[in-house]
């Protein structure tokens, strides 16, 4: 026996005459090392055994076909596979199918689709494994239409498929989709037998699962007689991808009452249905399942994690799952990015995005679209621009997708101009689009601008969808254009858009804001479903601002009744009361917060200087610069007085003296970031404020003489709509 410890000892071999006894050696010692045998082959192919035919012949006999499949198994590039396939031709050997089988696979495996189909091609008589192999690698490189015109052209040549065959054609049929095709060979699996075959079931499930026809996907799954871990996970998957993950956790359940053991890529589809349903509790479970079975860092499930958990809120656990993968691929970034955008924690999900262009990541829509979305949450134009900037420069520049995102970003950060501007740049322009663009007019209280888009774009051709009307409707309430936005909801009916209850709630706030309190009920009572949250809220806000309070208490007792644990509508109701001077009832209302564990959301606004983000609190002193901040603060109260402003103390909702009042009303925080901002900037220069509640009357009439007092242009954001205070003079017409 030769045991070869180095190529040398082959090489002197190689200069021997062409004999048997060194053929011997280097047959056995070649397989060694597969870079000296490729070169063996490549030289001595047309040497000394083509000038003996008998010393071919030994060497047949000598290099048996493991030999040529240990080649093949060690080939890494084509040249290798040329050289292997010339010497089976040479030997005589083209006409052995397992082979060529082996080197269409092989070919196939270093992606020479062409060379692997050209043997194929030139086989005299393929068998149902060829047929099989040259199918599949079609498949494996997504030429499904290939793969499927393959099988119609065995089916022609009456080769009869088995199992392998139709897994993988159905496979090609599941990825284009094609539904017809996919019919046809479930009549061939049905009438060559293999109804029963459980491996040909689990593709027929997918199949169908991936065609959307769940209800076909879960006849064949429950006609199976034997299910195996595959059946069950695909129809588990089946029913996520189909927006179901009610039944896919149905399904698992049963699953588990089998006492089937769940595999690692069961877990992502269970998780998937969680996360769809922020479904903490159930993906905590299922969590607990994958450590017990050793499966917790399988880097999908990873994924599933991170995804599940930024989904449900806690992003600190989601990113422990992230920081885990040493280099983590694309859907993990977009879903870190996306679970702190939706989150609230924009700043961090612009960090990640900063840090992923860092890395020369290739991005996607979800990761530009996501951080986008996070720059509309800061505020900031500076950071608004630069994103815009970005954008300019990648591939994403003319996406409809990412230009929609920017119009919502930009007017999210109080310029409704540049949101105009990306809108008219954008070449091919779509519902969502238009719907957007409207949606920007109506958060600035532009709303005879959102009907003249809404005009524009049935002049443009494109039909308007139930959004394009909310956002009309809502353009309407905040402009006070009572009676255009009573028509449009009314002409929902051309488009045959049925109203849902976002375009009833914004009827109920068009009429309520303008005073039409009981028209706006009646309108409730005509509606022609059950009234929900979004109505009654409207109502209620409506009545605060009227001060009517006995609809005010009947929407607050049916919002109670709907939502008992919601702050908001305790405190809308307790600042009904107070400006009606109703402090028994505050006090009161006060007493079941209490009991109820409610506690009132602080109110905050926020100011970017320098391309930092300072954020200040009712009266707050933590500020370095505080001492300077509250001097601005007394000196502009007194500028202010000395212009005529006096504070409305009937807005006052706490039952306080004149000299407390006075106090409260100065340090809101938005007045704090004012003071900060009038400091921290050049004369001129535009103010840029968000606050998380509704601003208060006196705060929105201050801020109107301070633009003036101060010749600045001052943008806020509050919780409902945006406010621009020039001149003296504010946006919404004082209508809010």
């Known amino acids: 026996m030769y045991v070869r ?19 011997r050696a280097v047959t056995l010692g070649l397989f060694e090392f597969p870079d000296f045998a490729f070169g063996f082959i490549r030289s001595h192919s047309s040497v000394g055994l083509r000038l003996n035919s008998g010393i071919q012949k030994s ?64 086989f005299p008589d393929p068998d149902v494994f060829l047929w099989n192999a040259i199918i ?20 022609l040549l009456w080769v009869s498929p088995d199992s392998f065959t139709f897994t993988c054609v159905l496979k090609a049929c599941s990825a284009l989709p094609s539904l017809e095709m996919g019919r046809r060979v479930q009549c061939q699996i049905l009438r060559r037998g293999f109804d029963s075959d459980v491996f040909v079931q689990n593709g027929l499930v997918t199949f169908y699962a991936k065609c959307g026809e769940i209800e076909l996907a879960n006849k064949v799954f429950w006609r199976l007689s034997e299910r195996t871990i595959v059946t069950w996970t695909s129809m588990i998957s089946g029913y996520v991808q189909n ?33 769809d349903l922020e479904g903490l509790e159930g993906g905590e479970s299922i969590h607990g399942c994958a450590i017990k079975m050793g499966f917790e860092l399988e880097p999908d499930l990873v994924v599933a994690f991170t995804a599940f958990y930024a989904k449900c809120g806690l992003v600190t656990v989601a990113r422990l799952f992230f920081d885990l993968v040493e280099t983590p691929n694309l859907v993990l970034w977009n879903a870190m990015i996306s679970g702190y955008s939706k989150n609230g924690l924009a700043q961090e999900a612009i960090e990640l995005f900063r840090r992923m262009v860092k890395k020369n990541v290739i991005l996607d829509s979800i990761s530009v679209t996501s951080t986008i979305s996070a720059c509309g949450q800061v505020g900031s134009i500076d950071l608004a621009k630069w994103m815009d900037e970005y954008i300019a420069s990648s591939e994403f520049k003319d996406a409809v997708v990412v230009n929609t995102a920017l119009i919502d970003m930009y007017a999210k950060c109080g310029s409704i101009n540049l949101s105009r501007d990306v809108f008219n740049r954008t070449k ?63 002409c929902m009916s051309e488009y045959s858009i049925q109203p849902r209850h976002q375009h009833y709630a914004c009827v109920v706030d068009l009429l309520g804001r303008a005073g039409y309190l009981d028209r706006a009920y009646e309108f409730i009572r005509n509606m022609p479903m059950e009234p929900g949250l979004s109505i009654w809220g409207a109502l209620l806000t409506a009545c605060k601002i009227h001060q009517h309070v006995p609809l005010g208490e009947l929407a607050a007792e049916r919002l109670f009744s709907l939502d008992p644990y919601s702050t908001g509508h305790h405190v809308q109701l307790s600042n009904i009361y107070a400006s009606a001077r109703m402090w028994d009832r505050v006090s009161k209302l006060r007493v079941l917060m209490k009991e109820k564990g409610l506690s009132k959301d602080l109110g905050y606004s926020s100011i970017e200087i320098n391309g930092k983000l ?123």
């Open 5 to 23: 410890k180095s190529s040398s000892s082959l090489v002197s071999l190689c200069r021997l005459p062409a004999n048997v006894q060194p053929l």
């Open 59 to 122: 060497f047949r006999a000598l290099v048996p076909d493991s030999c040529f499949m240990h080649l093949i198994d060690n080939a890494i590039n084509r040249s290798h596979f040329n050289q292997v396939n010339a010497r089976v031709l040479v030997s005589g050997l083209r006409c052995h199918g397992f082979l060529v089988t082996k080197l269409v696979n092989g070919y196939a495996r270093v992606g020479e689709m062409r060379y692997a189909r050209d043997l194929f091609d030139d």
């Open 136 to 155: 599949r690698c079609h498949s494996r490189h997504n030429l499904f239409r290939d793969a499927l015109g393959l099988y119609s052209k065995m089916q």
């Open 243 to 275: 927006g179901q993950p009610l039944e896919a956790l149905r399904v698992y359940g049963q699953m588990r009452k089998t006492n089937m053991k769940p595999e690692w890529i069961t877990f992502v589809s269970v998780l998937k249905a969680c996360t």
């Open 428 to 490: 091919d322009k779509d519902v969502v689009m238009w719907s957007a663009m409207i949606a920007a007019y109506a958060v600035h209280g532009e709303g005879q601008e959102a009907i003249d888009l809404f005009k524009a774009m049935r002049k443009a051709g494109v039909p308007p969808n139930d959004v394009t009307f909310v956002s009309l409707l809502s353009a309407c309430k905040h402009s006070g254009l009572v009676e255009d936005g009573w028509k449009l909801f009314h």
């Open 614 to 736: 300072q954020v200040f609190q009712v009266g707050d002193k933590s500020h370095p610069r505080f001492k300077e901040i509250f001097e601005e603060l007394e000196s502009l109260e007194r500028r202010l007085k000395e212009a005529g402003f006096s504070i409305d103390a009937e807005s006052v909702l706490h039952d306080l003296d004149h000299e407390e009042t006075e106090e409260t009303l100065c340090n809101h925080s938005e007045r704090i970031a004012i003071a900060y901002g009038l400091i921290s900037t050049p004369p001129g220069t535009t103010l840029r404020i968000i606050k998380n509640l509704r601003a208060c009357v006196n705060c929105h009439a201050a801020i109107k003489l301070i633009s003036k007092v101060e010749n600045r242009e001052i943008v806020v954001r509050d919780a409902n709509r945006f406010h621009h205070f020039k001149d003296g003079n504010c946006s919404c017409g004082d209508y809010w």
